[in-house]
């Protein structure tokens, strides 16, 4: 099925970038992986104001844009399932979800179609995607990278990041999203390790061994609020895709069941759970940030628990155990592959303060120099 929703060709040189269709790209219809949104959708009369990095970068032929990248519809789904414009399929196993929702991102890159990919990231729609296809996306800061002209999912926590194969084409990437960026001179001084219940025994053996491989201190860290800020932060991406796409449920047969179902819950939900919710991505902020200080400056936790579910047995719910917390926190995290024995490598996530994307960026590549790419 598609990687591509919209083969492009524009620009003379540079890396090849590929940009999720839920962002507005001048002259062509933004879709949002939907056939309720792609009915009306006229050609976007400029571009989402994350992409004017990009634009200047085409226009001195120093990018090449080459297609918008198809997603779980709405960005409201972890999987990558699209029952509209077909399933990216899984580099690393067909039988496979790509994850999502940046599916098309992902695989984009992982397949060699692009070089850089812009995705976007509300609970894990970068970081999941790239663990299922063994690629690097960086989760920006909440705020960094303007969301003027992207179809919204959930305000409070929608950011704008890049996808690659490794973390030389992620920080690429970030000089399209925002020039000048470059990343740390050095790596974190030292990792806090979290643990979270759930994880596969093999892939915390894994991630412990490319962290023991880079040299740098490591210390055991803990994180109690972890699991009350995810139920959190479903409470109000919820409430927050019910007002975003409210709309289009007039469509009668233009939205899948499955997102008619989660915005219905959305519907539902109490301002009173709601505003709990928001009290509760408060205090978790704090502890984050505490722990954070602790830790030297990142903190390091699988990306997913387990390998990928399989296309005949999608679970959104587990595959956002690991990310969801965070954006919760509006942190930036980025996934990376390290090597394994399964056929798809464990992703280490690692996470950083507010704006810390540079040395993310450090750490990541001192990390990925340690132990390799995975074959």
């Known amino acids: 099925m598609p990687t591509m929703i919209t ?11 590929a940009v999720k269709d839920l962002i507005d790209v001048r ?19 400029s571009d989402a104001e994350c992409l004017a990095g990009l634009r200047a970068a085409l226009e001195v032929g120093a990018a090449r844009l080459v297609g918008k990248a198809n997603l779980h519809e709405l960005a409201a789904g972890a999987t990558g399932v699209n029952s509209w414009f077909g399933t990216p399929v899984n580099p ?60 919204p999912l959930a305000p409070s926590f929608d950011t704008v990041g890049p996808m690659a194969r490794d973390v030389a084409g992620v920080v690429v990437g970030m000089q399209l999203l925002e020039p000048g960026f470059a990343p740390a001179p050095a790596p974190a001084p030292g990792i806090g390790r979290v643990r979270l219940p759930g994880t596969r025994p093999e892939v915390d053996a894994e991630l412990d061994a490319a962290l023991a491989a880079t040299g740098l201190p490591v210390v055991e860290l803990r994180l109690p609020g972890w699991d009350r800020a995810g139920d959190a ?28 179902e989660m915005l219905a819950l959305g519907a539902a939900l109490p301002p009173a759970e709601l505003a709990r919710a928001r009290a509760e991505l408060d205090g978790w902020r704090r502890e984050l940030a505490r722990t954070l200080e602790r830790a030297g400056g990142v903190l390091a936790l699988p990306t997913l628990l387990g390998g990928p579910p399989g296309l005949d047995d999608p679970d959104d719910g587990r595959l956002l155990l690991a990310t969801a917390p965070l ?40 990390l990925e120099e340690a132990v390799g790419r995975p074959r």
């Open 7 to 17: 083969p492009l060709e524009d620009g003379s040189g540079g890396p090849r970038v």
């Open 27 to 45: 002259g062509v219809p933004t879709t949002a992986g939907s056939a309720a949104v792609a009915r009306r959708a006229a050609p976007a009369g």
């Open 92 to 151: 690393l196993d067909a039988s496979l979800v790509p994850g999502g929702s940046s599916s098309g991102s992902a695989v984009a890159v992982a397949t060699g179609s692009a070089d850089v990919a812009v995705g976007t990231d509300t609970a894990g729609s970068v970081r999941i995607p790239a663990a299922c296809c063994g690629v690097v996306g960086l989760k920006t800061t909440w705020g960094r990278v303007p969301t003027g002209g992207v179809w």
């Open 233 to 260: 932060v479903l409470t109000v991406i919820l409430a927050e895709a019910w007002e975003s796409d409210r709309r289009l449920l007039a469509e009668p047969d233009g939205v899948d069941g499955r997102i008619r």
């Open 327 to 366: 954006s919760g926190a509006g942190f930036p995290a980025l996934a990376l592959p390290v090597p394994g024995r399964q056929r798809v490598p464990p992703s280490l996530q690692l996470v950083a303060g507010p704006g810390d994307e540079d040395l993310l960026c450090a750490t990541a590549a001192t």
